[in-house]
């Protein structure tokens, strides 16, 4: 009440009042409205009751001259029959908004009344009394049906009718009953907020007076009644006011005395702390004049004689040093260093170093004060000086060192490279000589030697396995290992490793799960590493379950990620077996290691190779229910370079029933290569397929199968050696020709042969042996150079060549190759790629400069990985030759003409042979 004025509170007193008088008023209105409706909905209920009332005479007027009719057979019957039915059928319309239902149903048996009652009549007519009889049964049952709605809807409306008027005099009552609580309940509430208002006023206002009595007798503590927004809060606020000054007064007379005693404290404190500081203070006034210091900026000018107290300039201080000599910067030219240290001791920037004469450094630190006063420390850093010194003596001995480790990782990563060229090799000639020895027990029906040549050759091909997993190892740590980014379909990666892990499942009879979203983008990473990834995840999986389930999800995360997730239901792990989980040949116990075996080398690998890509793998593992391991890797490495728009298209569909015996698919990323090439292929009568990246030239290759594929050495994202490599790894496609072609931009458009095939140590038996089928020539072998420093691997492969018919010739390096080439060019050229004195790279070089020797098909084998270094010299070569022949293009045209010629000619043999 207290925030309304006291008019305002009398004001709202009488709008109260009336309020409730009017409210009273509208509600017995309303009262009263209601009552006068329900009168009206009672005389509606009436009327009602008279209609079906009155059908229920009509109908009974119909029963009795339906059966007069039925006696006498007059026609006075039958009108007045007709008469009440249409009374009755008025009545009943009448009734219809009321019981729609059951007004139908009596219409219905209505109709079925009348139908039998004048069938009645005309058997009566034609004395067939007996048939009349049975009719007027059957009438008078539809007449009992009726009579039962008519009397159901009567009643119904007679029921309504009572409880309507119950119902109505019940409202009245109540209304009437309500009138009288309004009455009382308004007088109540009226005197109620008539009590309210006085005592707002009254109350509020005895306290007031109170107050005010006692702070007149100078009782500054008593409380003041709160102020209001009436005119006694105003009243209130001003007391307050007045109470408050004195307060204040005494509390500010309290506060000085307080805070001058503070001052002095302060002072003092300040003091003691400027004493206490290691470093020398000093601190100057506008006028630089000294304001305070402490006892070590005394005794730092000590030496001076001067007395180094309140009220000294800091000119007469430097000064003095200056003339003592006691400034080394200063001894050259005094006046002008002088000068120079005034204005910086004024203006000062940044902190400063200076060397005195007694062999002391002093780092000074200086800052301008608000009031234009200089703060100044100064700090002795002559022992920070000495061990800047020695400092600099050991980064000096730091990069020697630096030198000599940068060293020892160049031949550390060139000892990498020998060693993948150097296990390899031999491993190629246990394995590729097992395999011959094993051939020829076969042969020999040799039961006791083919088991143990077996175990040799699965023997040699884990060690290689395990070779490779150590120089993954080797050359991540010495960060050598090289991504090959390229956009590729996840989703077929996966199916891939599922497809190679089948194997691996069935032996302990375990069953692949595989997840895979309908919608999943490209993903532009290293397609080799991913894949390795997840086959290890896999085959771990596979190799640790039985009887059980492996799992396969991959899911695209919001932030751009990709999770794949491997499960299984195997025997799982312990956390202090998951906390050396990813340790370099280390498994989760000496115990698993005896019965599965394995070096601990594939999750250590996968690990890293996902971390090399900006991911990671994790793993989650209850022991006895299995393990999930967690690999999230970025949809696409930002480095990696987008591969250009898939644009290319068939120049020319081919035949059915043909599909790929004609068809040359050319992958080139350079539209001028790609329409040259075509026009000329076209034209010697090739149908020509187009496609423009690495990509598409892999998918288009799935699906045309051409007879040859002409592929382009530099493209961006995948290259030609990458896909050259895949197109072998691809079962379904490594037999096809690949031909190598490169054209760069000199002054003429040029274009070069390179290898025409790519093979890995040790090499595959069946897959040399296609190799050699497709090389014959007219069905039998020609001219094999090859070109190898190991005397293992040659012998392995003059064998092969020879049981097929082959001429071989051998050379045990590049520049022994070459001279063999110069002095018979041979049909077929098997290089590898790491020798002594002229390794496969100079020998392809130096191959493009014997003019007999274009397009002869050169067959690379190696047992070393190609770096992107390798790479770049492959591609080098052939960008070489290109500059130096000015007439490339039509030696380029003669050597396609007869390397395509020739290959299409063996593919349509081996076609034919098939068919």
Same mark, same amino acid.
């Given at each position: 009440?207290?925030?309304? !004025?006291? &008019? @305002?509170?009398?004001?709202?007193?009488?709008? $109260?009042? /009336?309020?409730? #008088?009017?409210? %009273?008023?509208?509600? =017995?209105?309303?009262?009263?409205?209601?009552?006068?409706?329900?009168?009206?909905?009672?005389?509606?209920?009436?009327?009602?009751?008279?209609?079906?009332?009155?059908?229920?005479?009509?109908?009974?007027?119909?029963?009795?001259?339906?059966?007069?009719?039925?006696? !006498?057979? &007059? @026609?006075?019957?039958?009108?007045?029959?007709? $008469?009440? /039915?249409?009374? #009755?059928?008025? %009545?009943?319309?009448? =009734?219809?908004?009321?019981?729609?239902?059951?007004?139908?149903?009596?219409?219905?048996?209505?109709?079925?009344?009348?139908?039998?009652?004048?069938?009645?009549?005309?058997?009566?007519?034609?004395?067939?009394?007996?048939?009349?009889?049975?009719?007027?049964?059957?009438?008078?049952?539809?007449?009992?049906?009726?009579?039962?709605?008519?009397?159901?809807?009567?009643?119904?409306?007679?029921?309504?009718?009572?409880?309507?008027?119950?119902?109505?005099?019940?409202?009245?009552?109540?209304?009437?009953?309500?009138?009288?609580?309004?009455?009382?309940?308004?007088?109540?509430?009226?005197?109620?907020?008539?009590?309210?208002?006085?005592?707002?006023?009254?109350?509020?206002?005895?306290?007031?007076?109170?107050?005010?009595?006692?702070?007149?007798?100078?009782?500054?503590?008593?409380?003041?009644?709160?102020?209001?927004?009436?005119?006694?809060?105003?009243?209130?606020?001003?007391?307050?006011?007045?109470?408050?000054?004195?307060?204040?007064?005494?509390?500010?007379?309290?506060?000085?005395?307080?805070?001058?005693?503070?001052?002095?404290?302060?002072?003092?404190?300040?003091?003691?702390?400027?004493?206490?500081?290691?470093?020398?203070?000093?601190?100057?006034?506008?006028?630089?004049?000294?304001?305070?210091?402490?006892?070590?900026?005394?005794?730092?000018?000590?030496?001076?004689?001067?007395?180094?107290?309140?009220?000294?300039?800091?000119?007469?201080?430097?000064?003095?040093?200056?003339?003592?000599?006691?400034?080394?910067?200063?001894?050259?030219?005094?006046?002008?260093?002088?000068?120079?240290?005034?204005?910086?001791?004024?203006?000062?920037?940044?902190?400063?170093?200076?060397?005195?004469?007694?062999?002391?450094?002093?780092?000074?630190?200086?800052?301008?004060?608000?009031?234009?006063?200089?703060?100044?420390?100064?700090?002795?850093?002559?022992?920070?000086?000495?061990?800047?010194?020695?400092?600099?003596?050991?980064?000096?001995?730091?990069?020697?060192?630096?030198?000599?480790?940068?060293?020892?990782?160049?031949?550390?990563?060139?000892?990498?490279?020998?060693?993948?060229?150097?296990?390899?090799?031999?491993?190629?000639?246990?394995?590729?000589?097992?395999?011959?020895?094993?051939?020829?027990?076969?042969?020999?029906?040799?039961?006791?030697?083919?088991?143990?040549?077996?175990?040799?050759?699965?023997?040699?091909?884990?060690?290689?396995?395990?070779?490779?997993?150590?120089?993954?190892?080797?050359?991540?740590?010495?960060?050598?290992?090289?991504?090959?980014?390229?956009?590729?379909?996840?989703?077929?990666?996966?199916?891939?490793?599922?497809?190679?892990?089948?194997?691996?499942?069935?032996?302990?009879?375990?069953?692949?799960?595989?997840?895979?979203?309908?919608?999943?983008?490209?993903?532009?990473?290293?397609?080799?590493?991913?894949?390795?990834?997840?086959?290890?995840?896999?085959?771990?999986?596979?190799?640790?379950?039985?009887?059980?389930?492996?799992?396969?999800?991959?899911?695209?995360?919001?932030?751009?990620?990709?999770?794949?997730?491997?499960?299984?239901?195997?025997?799982?792990?312990?956390?202090?077996?998951?906390?050396?989980?990813?340790?370099?040949?280390?498994?989760?116990?000496?115990?698993?290691?005896?019965?599965?075996?394995?070096?601990?080398?594939?999750?250590?690998?996968?690990?890293?190779?996902?971390?090399?890509?900006?991911?990671?793998?994790?793993?989650?593992?209850?022991?006895?229910?299995?393990?999930?391991?967690?690999?999230?890797?970025?949809?696409?490495?930002?480095?990696?370079?987008?591969?250009?728009?898939?644009?290319?298209?068939?120049?020319?569909?081919?035949?059915?029933?043909?599909?790929?015996?004609?068809?040359?698919?050319?992958?080139?990323?350079?539209?001028?290569?790609?329409?040259?090439?075509?026009?000329?292929?076209?034209?010697?009568?090739?149908?020509?397929?187009?496609?423009?990246?690495?990509?598409?030239?892999?998918?288009?290759?799935?699906?045309?199968?051409?007879?040859?594929?002409?592929?382009?050495?530099?493209?961006?994202?995948?290259?030609?050696?990458?896909?050259?490599?895949?197109?072998?790894?691809?079962?379904?496609?490594?037999?096809?020709?690949?031909?190598?072609?490169?054209?760069?931009?000199?002054?003429?458009?040029?274009?070069?042969?390179?290898?025409?095939?790519?093979?890995?140590?040790?090499?595959?038996?069946?897959?040399?042996?296609?190799?050699?089928?497709?090389?014959?020539?007219?069905?039998?072998?020609?001219?094999?150079?090859?070109?190898?420093?190991?005397?293992?691997?040659?012998?392995?492969?003059?064998?092969?060549?020879?049981?097929?018919?082959?001429?071989?010739?051998?050379?045990?390096?590049?520049?022994?190759?070459?001279?063999?080439?110069?002095?018979?060019?041979?049909?077929?050229?098997?290089?590898?790629?790491?020798?002594?004195?002229?390794?496969?790279?100079?020998?392809?070089?130096?191959?493009?400069?014997?003019?007999?020797?274009?397009?002869?098909?050169?067959?690379?084998?190696?047992?070393?990985?190609?770096?992107?270094?390798?790479?770049?010299?492959?591609?080098?070569?052939?960008?070489?030759?290109?500059?130096?022949?000015?007439?490339?293009?039509?030696?380029?045209?003669?050597?396609?003409?007869?390397?395509?010629?020739?290959?299409?000619?063996?593919?349509?043999?081996?076609?034919?042979?098939?068919?």
């Amino acid at each position: 009440m207290s925030n309304f !004025s006291i &008019l @305002t509170r009398l004001s709202i007193l009488s709008v $109260a009042l /009336l309020a409730i #008088l009017i409210g %009273s008023n509208l509600f =017995l209105d309303y009262r009263l409205i209601q009552n006068a409706k329900t009168i009206e909905s009672e005389a509606q209920l009436v009327g009602r009751i008279t209609t079906a009332n009155a059908a229920s005479k009509s109908f009974g007027d119909l029963k009795f001259w339906l059966a007069d009719l039925a006696v !006498s057979l &007059l @026609t006075l019957s039958e009108r007045n029959a007709d $008469a009440a /039915l249409k009374s #009755l059928k008025v %009545s009943l319309e009448k =009734l219809k908004e009321y019981d729609p239902e059951r007004v139908a149903l009596i219409d219905q048996e209505i109709a079925l009344l009348m139908n039998e009652a004048l069938l009645a009549v005309d058997a009566y007519t034609d004395e067939r009394r007996v048939i009349g009889n049975s009719l007027m049964a059957k009438a008078r049952v539809h007449i009992q049906h009726i009579d039962e709605q008519l009397s159901g809807i009567v009643d119904e409306l007679e029921e309504e009718s009572r409880v309507r008027s119950s119902a109505g005099l019940a409202s009245a009552r109540q209304a009437v009953h309500l009138s009288h609580i309004i009455i009382i309940v308004s007088a109540v509430i009226g005197l109620l907020l008539t009590f309210l208002v006085l005592r707002s006023i009254r109350t509020p206002l005895s306290r007031l007076v109170t107050a005010m009595r006692s702070i007149t007798k100078g009782d500054l503590t008593v409380q003041v009644p709160p102020a209001g927004k009436d005119e006694i809060g105003e009243m209130a606020q001003t007391v307050t006011l007045f109470r408050d000054s004195l307060i204040e007064r005494d509390r500010l007379a309290e506060e000085r005395e307080k805070a001058q005693a503070e001052a002095r404290s302060a002072q003092e404190k300040l003091l003691e702390a400027i004493e206490a500081v290691t470093d020398a203070f000093a601190l100057y006034d506008a006028d630089d004049k000294l304001v305070i210091s402490n006892s070590k900026y005394r005794e730092m000018y000590e030496y001076l004689g001067l007395p180094i107290e309140k009220g000294i300039s800091y000119e007469t201080i430097i000064s003095a040093a200056v003339n003592k000599k006691m400034i080394v910067a200063a001894q050259e030219n005094e006046e002008q260093w002088l000068k120079e240290r005034i204005v910086r001791h004024r203006n000062p920037t940044e902190p400063y170093e200076h060397l005195r004469a007694d062999g002391k450094w002093l780092r000074i630190n200086e800052q301008k004060t608000a009031d234009g006063g200089i703060v100044g420390v100064f700090t002795d850093i002559t022992e920070a000086k000495a061990r800047e010194t020695e400092l600099g003596e050991m980064v000096d001995r730091l990069a020697e060192a630096r030198d000599v480790a940068m060293k020892a990782t160049q031949t550390k990563s060139q000892f990498l490279a020998n060693m993948s060229h150097e296990l390899r090799t031999p491993l190629n000639a246990v394995i590729g000589i097992t395999e011959m020895l094993e051939e020829d027990a076969i042969e020999d029906d040799d039961e006791d030697m083919i088991e143990p040549l077996q175990r040799i050759s699965r023997a040699g091909k884990h060690l290689l396995k395990l070779i490779n997993d150590i120089l993954d190892l080797s050359k991540i740590e010495a960060g050598k290992m090289e991504l090959h980014v390229e956009s590729f379909d996840l989703a077929a990666v996966v199916r891939d490793c599922v497809d190679m892990a089948g194997p691996l499942a069935s032996p302990n009879n375990n069953k692949i799960d595989v997840s895979l979203p309908d919608d999943l983008p490209p993903m532009i990473s290293d397609v080799t590493r991913v894949r390795q990834v997840v086959f290890n995840l896999l085959s771990n999986a596979c190799k640790f379950t039985e009887n059980g389930t492996i799992g396969i999800t991959v899911t695209q995360a919001d932030d751009d990620l990709v999770k794949i997730d491997v499960s299984d239901t195997g025997i799982g792990m312990s956390p202090e077996q998951l906390e050396r989980l990813f340790s370099d040949f280390s498994q989760a116990d000496s115990s698993t290691t005896r019965k599965y075996g394995g070096t601990g080398l594939g999750l250590a690998i996968s690990q890293r190779f996902c971390r090399m890509m900006g991911g990671d793998v994790t793993v989650e593992s209850t022991p006895g229910a299995g393990s999930v391991f967690r690999v999230s890797l970025p949809r696409e490495i930002p480095s990696a370079e987008e591969s250009g728009p898939m644009e290319g298209a068939l120049s020319r569909p081919p035949s059915k029933g043909n599909a790929g015996g004609n068809v040359v698919l050319v992958v080139d990323d350079d539209p001028v290569a790609r329409d040259i090439l075509g026009r000329f292929l076209k034209a010697e009568g090739y149908d020509v397929a187009i496609a423009v990246n690495g990509e598409e030239g892999l998918q288009k290759a799935r699906d045309l199968r051409p007879a040859v594929i002409t592929l382009d050495v530099v493209m961006p994202g995948k290259d030609g050696w990458t896909l050259l490599q895949e197109l072998k790894d691809d079962p379904e496609l490594k037999d096809i020709p690949v031909l190598m072609v490169s054209i760069v931009d000199d002054k003429h458009k040029g274009f070069s042969l390179g290898v025409a095939d790519y093979m890995t140590k040790p090499v595959d038996r069946q897959r040399l042996l296609t190799l050699l089928e497709r090389y014959k020539l007219n069905g039998k072998g020609g001219n094999v150079l090859i070109v190898e420093d190991d005397g293992t691997t040659r012998q392995l492969m003059r064998r092969i060549f020879v049981s097929e018919g082959w001429r071989v010739r051998e050379a045990v390096n590049g520049r022994a190759g070459l001279q063999l080439v110069k002095d018979a060019i041979p049909d077929l050229i098997l290089l590898d790629l790491i020798m002594p004195e002229m390794d496969g790279f100079e020998f392809l070089d130096s191959l493009k400069t014997v003019p007999e020797a274009k397009g002869v098909p050169v067959v690379v084998i190696t047992g070393a990985d190609l770096s992107d270094e390798d790479r770049r010299r492959l591609n080098g070569g052939v960008e070489q030759i290109i500059k130096k022949s000015a007439d490339g293009a039509p030696a380029f045209l003669d050597e396609v003409r007869r390397y395509m010629g020739q290959h299409l000619i063996v593919h349509a043999e081996i076609s034919g042979e098939t068919e």
